[in-house]
């Protein structure tokens, strides 16, 4: 009766049918997909113009999607034909307003600011959510978030305060958090998402109108003569993010979100700091200090406070 009740109340969580635990390793796999986009996004830094790098990633996402689910997408034209408003909208907060001022950010921010702007990815979605929704956490899940953060800052600053006395706000930093507050208002809307509509065909209307509304941002390019060299690296930091953080990730999250609820997918922000000094130690032979593992503990109590707090009938 109660999954019943679920189904008649919530049918796009019923439509996902995967299990809470699969729903979370989708969060921390789509975590670690993002942690290695932020290292491949500084690596382009100066290599491969932000409009330029937004418009190729998108289109070969949009290419990927359509020589999947092209036909099945074709199939449900007058099911989506109805929703193109919402589509775009969509479009728009989940893809043009945050991979492009992220990118462009990446230009101008610092190291220190832009892990500070990722810590607060978390506090930007259950903020977002009580604003759009009237969604409220409970007292452990509050905890969790101060928890998450904590551990954050403990990474980021290296367990000392006076690391911030060299924090500045600069236009890199104000894009990066316009980019955090476009994803949250994505999630919060996966909530109404069109039951009716497939999870690939939606990915798939989605990521194209992404590029439409991408491309006259990559005309200035062109007409600026912006342009980048087709050597090994650029090409692998184009497919990298083409597949992990567009093409894998985005399914990952649309499909999880549902099912654990904007808070607690919100958490994944807190992994990507984990998984970027992860990646740092194997990329680049950083070592490993005692903040990190203090900080990635003090993470792991958040994540468990949220997921152990949330409320039974939690929706996105």
């Known amino acids: 009766m109660a999954d019943n009740q679920l189904k008649s109340e919530n049918p796009a969580r019923a439509r996902t049918a995967i299990p809470y635990w699969l729903a979370l390793c989708f969060l921390v796999i789509g975590a670690l997909s993002w942690a290695g986009s932020s290292v491949a996004g500084r690596a382009a830094s100066g290599n491969i113009p932000p409009f330029t790098l937004s418009f190729i990633r998108w289109s070969c996402v ?63 979605i259950v903020g977002t959510a009580f604003l759009m929704t009237g969604a409220l956490i409970t007292r452990k899940q509050a905890l969790g978030v101060a928890c998450g953060f904590s551990g954050t800052l403990m990474i980021v600053l290296r367990a000392d305060v006076s690391v911030l006395s060299n924090f500045t706000i600069n236009i890199g930093d104000i894009l990066v958090l316009v980019a955090f507050f476009s994803w949250a208002v994505y999630t919060v809307m996966l909530r109404w998402k069109p039951s009716e509509i497939g999870e690939m065909p939606f990915l798939t209307v989605m990521t194209c109108m992404a590029v439409v509304m991408i491309s006259p941002l990559y005309v200035v390019d062109l007409v600026q003569g912006k342009s980048f060299d087709a050597q090994i690296g650029n090409l692998g930091i184009i497919a990298y993010a083409v597949i992990f953080p567009s093409f894998l990730s985005y399914i990952l999250w649309n499909r999880a979100v549902p099912v654990v609820g904007s808070s607690v997918a919100g958490m994944a922000q807190y992994m990507i700091p984990i998984f970027g000094t992860t990646l740092s130690v194997i990329l680049l032979g950083e070592n490993i200090e005692n903040y990190h593992l203090a900080g990635i503990a003090v993470i792991f109590v958040g994540v468990w406070l949220v997921t152990s707090g949330r409320k039974p009938d939690e929706e996105t």
């Open 62 to 124: 949009a290419l990927l999607f359509l020589l999947v689910s092209g036909r099945q997408t074709w199939a449900e034209r007058h099911i989506i034909a109805p929703h193109l408003p919402l589509m775009a909208a969509f479009a728009f907060f989940g893809v043009v307003g945050f991979t492009v001022p992220y990118y462009v950010g990446l230009q101008f921010t610092v190291a220190v600011n832009a892990s500070l702007m990722n810590a607060s990815g978390t506090l930007w």
